[in-house]
């Protein structure tokens, strides 16, 4: 155990080393080393060491949609809770720094035994923790469990190449223990806890489909797409968080197409342009609704040159593309595009997402293996209604089938909860 744990330290140091070497040329990463440097004195100027905090870890955007719908039912039903917010990716963390559903969010310092032990010092009340899908910091879940704060695992998913089921890592694997239950999205992730000793688990799902139903109940109403969109005799494809490797596939377009790429930047966005070769083009932020109305009508391809849009944009499609599938990232999130009951297509970098296989499975995605198979099936798709329309019913049927794991998980640890706030009021 002590060799796990120096080891652990000494991965996490070098680790540390190589992330400040990587900021002298990454302003991303700059950002991720300042705000972890200044998270514990921030946290301690803003603590409220009367109130009980719960703390929910992300590590990044992904992970924090599959935790806000507890977040914010626990708010509803138990103000009496403050909530700590943290994120490791600056993904995360700059998109939902003003999320007005937590009262303190910031990075959370590496897992090194100094920072741990210094983030924890300003930490005191903390009644309950939650880590979202991944994340198992051994620093951080050991001072959880030596402390007896409730530890708990939400959405995690495990499979048999992880580290933790290699013969080599046994030791390192009881960080696992440390969780006081773990909340699992297959029964395959349970079988693989199952092996090595980890049984607290239940098989409840994933808490993202929740969160892509309210998504769509708050979906805003976009005047500019829908100026876009408006000649229905048009078909309309969106494209969801592209990459360049999506983006030479689905080039040139056979319908008009809305994009919104994964990283918005200046040459992210001219290289779009650039591969829209006689294409009447127009950007969102340069756009107005009514001025602009009758080239919008017109325009072949509708940039999306900013954040936060994209879960209400894919319902003006009459076929989404997701992207990531033609890039090393692996595809992102389907079930934005599918609750809208649309056809989702995506690259063949998606085995390592649950969402992905099953939304094939059950017809209501397709995968796609190149350039000219794009344009096949668009054909297909855009030349049969019956087969869009059934391809559509099928993707929506899916997403619908797969909700209820936050409230599972929100009534195993309701009496948690509300003994937590009887045993300060009666003190």
Sequence with gaps: MVVTYFFYNLAMCLYGLGVCIASLFSKKVRKMVRGERIATRYIKERWDEDAPYLWFHAASLGEFEQGRPM????????????????????????VRKDYEGADIICYLPLDTPYRSLHFFSATKNIVAAF?????????????????????????????????????????????????????????????LLAGIGVTNVTVVGDTRFDRVLKIKEDAMSLPIVESFCEDESKKTIVVGSSWPGDENVIFPCPCKMIIAPHNVTEDRINNIISKCEGKSVMRYTQTDAQHD??????????????????????RYGDVTYVGGGFDHTGIHNVLEAAVWEKPVLYGPNYHKYQEGEELIASGGGIELSDADNFREVMKTLLNDKSLLADISAKAGAYVKSKTGATAQILNDIDNLLASSVDKRINK
């Excluded at 914010?72 to 009496?80: H, M, N, S, T, V």
């Design 71 to 94: 977040m914010e039912w626990i708010r509803q039903k138990y103000p009496q809770y403050k909530i700590l917010l943290t994120f490791f990716s600056p993904s995360g963390y700059e």
């Design 131 to 191: 880590f979202i899908k991944y994340d198992f910091w051994w620093n951080y879940l050991h001072i959880l469990k030596a402390h007896n704060v409730p530890t708990y695992s939400i959405s995690s998913t495990f499979r048999p190449g992880q580290i933790f089921f290699r013969s080599y890592a046994k030791r390192y694997a009881r960080v696992l223990k440390c969780f006081t239950h773990l909340y699992v999205q297959n029964e395959r992730s349970r079988e």
């Design 293 to 314: 109305a009758e080239k919008l009508r017109e325009a072949d391809v509708l940039i999306i040159d900013c954040y936060g849009l994209l879960s209400s944009v894919y």
